[in-house]
């Protein structure tokens, strides 16, 4: 599912009419698309007491039509219309809205009435995509007013909650609380990336006449499982452990056997045939207790061991110093199997010889130390940071975090809405590397549909064992637990999607 900037949103819907839909027809169809969800989640709508609160520009005359609608279809028990601004400074297709819902007998207020405060729904459509600062006068007004001045109402908000600037996670000024965000065509970034993600509520994606074709061209999308589905199949009938391929993983150390059969671990339940752990000799019993489906070897026998292997992971565990960095610049020059590099193999310039998969997966204070930036300035620019890093160094890079983001060597990013606090705890990124590794030993020619997979269905799995364990109760090897059930409900969704 792409994920738009506000001018490439814009520039959408411009070709969108060129090519003969017309504005007041788009708008219409985006009436449309919050009526229906409010009517499905909010039902019998004859209950409700609602208020819509428009701005005067497009997402105004978005709500006007959601207004229109509920006046001539519903008939709610009581409906406020409130416009937050003179008619006559109305333009284009939202004066025509207003029009109309006047013309069909709607009553419109230029403020909130008393009555109002005992809304049991709001419909915020104060302020959309266009947003060029904090909002101000009436407009942070009413979000104040959306925010504190309905104690029992739920929010709908209209294409973004007021006040939230579209193009980023960060908000500079008021931002009207929702519990569910209606927007059209395509998410835009604010929906998919903090803080502001957390910030919308339930996210409804609608459809209201503009071609995918006209945004097919876009490099940022948000995963979503019909990306990976095929990988989530019935295995074939006669397939055997030689059939889906053969893990080596590279990690551990005296100390930190835990983090190289975490890794070993979620290749096996990832579905990988196969996993040996390669490690110091002296950690190798302490491997090999943690499950007797791991096969374990000495780390001293790298080169004959990585012959035969269809993935190799490095580095969970592995320690630091210069003898590691060696053989990490060794291993990326001799080996040309996809390889999935974590923790300790971070490490180096990490530049991916031509034609060659290398998968990279570190947390934001790793990613600082890769690039000589700080942690803060990362966070501030995930999207950036993923696409230029990878870009850069022609590697596919997995910048673990909320929203985790992960780069290609084609400049593309994909955005993972799955995961919880619940992963904040040691082990998790051992299990990430681990499942990429498994999955792609299975899919070593769909290596960016085994990786967007491991991500998506990591995260999925931590949520639904979350639901079950609560937060804190969670730990890393509770991923391999519920995973099976997040891929059932994965194969559910891309079967609906």
């Known amino acids: 599912m792409r994920v738009l900037t506000a001018a490439e949103m814009q520039d959408v819907d411009r070709r969108t009419i060129e090519m003969g839909v017309a504005g007041l027809v788009l708008m219409e169809n985006a009436g449309h698309r919050v009526v229906e969800f409010i009517a499905e989640r909010f ?44 008619p006559a400074e109305l333009k284009g297709d939202a004066a025509a809205n207003y029009r109309m819902l006047v013309a069909c007998g709607c009553p419109v207020e230029r403020e909130i009435p008393a009555g109002a405060r005992h809304a049991t729904l709001i419909i915020d459509a104060v302020l959309g995509t266009g947003l060029g600062g904090p909002a101000t006068g009436r407009a942070l007004e009413a979000i104040r007013e959306i925010n504190s001045g309905f104690p029992v109402a739920k929010v709908v908000a209209v294409d973004i909650p007021s006040g939230m600037p579209s193009d980023s996670g960060e908000s500079g000024g008021e931002v009207a609380r929702a519990d569910a965000t209606v927007t059209f065509t395509a998410p835009k970034i604010a929906h998919a990336m903090p803080p502001n993600c957390d910030r919308i509520g339930e996210l409804v994606v609608g459809a209201i006449g503009s071609p995918p074709s006209l945004y097919e061209y876009i490099q940022l999308s948000l995963i979503e499982p019909a990306m990976f589905a095929p ?39 990832a579905g990988a045939g196969l996993v040996t752990v390669a490690s110091a000799e002296a950690a190798i019993p302490q491997i090999a207790a943690h499950a007797p489906e791991l096969m374990t070897a000495r780390i001293a026998d790298l080169d004959d061991l990585a012959k035969d292997k269809t993935v190799i992971a490095l580095g969970p565990g592995l320690g630091r110093g210069p003898e590691i960095e060696s053989l990490v610049a060794h291993a990326l020059e001799a080996f040309e199997q996809p390889m999935v590099l974590d923790a300790d193999a971070l490490v180096g310039k990490l530049e991916s010889p031509l034609g060659r998969i290398r998968i990279l997966t570190p947390h934001p204070g790793e990613m600082a130390r890769l690039t000589g930036k700080t942690t803060a300035e990362i966070q501030k620019d995930r999207i950036g940071a993923a696409r230029e890093f990878a870009a850069s160094r022609q590697v596919t890079l997995v910048l673990k975090g909320q929203r985790t983001v992960i780069g290609f060597p084609d400049g593309r990013v994909w ?8 992963l904040g705890t040691g082990g998790t990124g051992d299990i990430l590397t681990g499942m990429i590794s498994g ?51 994965c194969a559910r969704l891309a079967h609906l999607q």
């Open 439 to 489: 999955l792609l030993a299975q899919f070593p020619k769909q290596p960016d549909a085994a990786v967007a997979a491991a991500v998506y269905l990591g995260g999925l799995a931590a949520e639904i064992g979350a639901r079950s364990l609560g937060e804190k109760c969670f730990i890393a090897t509770d991923i391999l637990k519920y995973l099976p059930h997040a891929m059932e409900e």
């Open 43 to 86: 039902s019998p709508l004859s209950t409700q007491r609602i208020t819509v609160i428009c701005g005067k520009g497009n997402n105004g005359g978005d709500g006007m039509a959601v207004a229109r609608q509920l006046y001539t279809r519903f008939r709610p028990r009581a409906l406020d219309v409130v416009l937050l601004a003179d």
């Open 231 to 269: 990988l989530l199949a019935p295995r074939p009938r006669g397939g055997h452990k030689g059939t889906f391929g053969h893990v080596l993983v590279v990690a551990g150390s005296v100390g930190k056997t835990g983090a190289a059969a975490m890794s070993g671990l979620g290749a096996l339940r």
């Open 415 to 422: 955005i993972n809405p799955t995961g919880t606090p619940a």
